[in-house]
Nanobody
Framework: QVQLVESGGGLVQAGGSLRLSCAAS????????MGWFRQAPGKEREFVAT???????TYYADSVKGRFTISRTPTNTMYLQMNSLKPEDTAVYYC???????????????WGQGTQVTVSS
């Protein structure tokens, strides 16, 4: 199992930026793909971005493409740089690990506790 801890959430005005971090411990960091998901109140969890084991492949939801950037470092940390934030980006953001990069939450087996992002208009 991998233990994941997200941080970096907060309150920001529309058009602003935040950078989320996900610190991983447990299994060797590079042995798994990672992803970001989010869940807004009253809505289902949705895919945001994913990155492969090597970091060489990334994929984004259409709603965040061009605004968000996912990255990972050799030091057990993954990031989500969020620019040009919109009120509809308001949600709890979760990081997760899995065997391969995927847009499906069911393909991930370890999840963090989440960090709240609130974007005011």
């Amino acid at each position: 199992q991998v233990q994941l801890v997200e941080s970096g959430g907060g309150l920001v005005q529309a058009g602003g930026s935040l950078r989320l971090s996900c610190a991983a411990s447990g299994r060797t960091f590079c042995s798994y793909a990672m992803g970001w998901f989010r869940q807004a109140p009253g809505k289902e969890r949705e895919f945001v971005a994913t990155i492969s084991r090597s970091g060489g492949t990334t994929y984004y939801a259409d709603s965040v493409k061009g605004r968000f950037t996912i990255s990972r470092t050799p030091t057990n940390t993954m990031y989500l740089q969020m620019n040009s934030l919109k009120p509809e980006d308001t949600a709890v953001y979760y990081c997760a690990t899995g065997f391969a990069a995927s847009i499906h939450g069911s393909d991930y087996d370890s999840w963090g506790q989440g960090t709240q992002v609130t974007v005011s208009s």
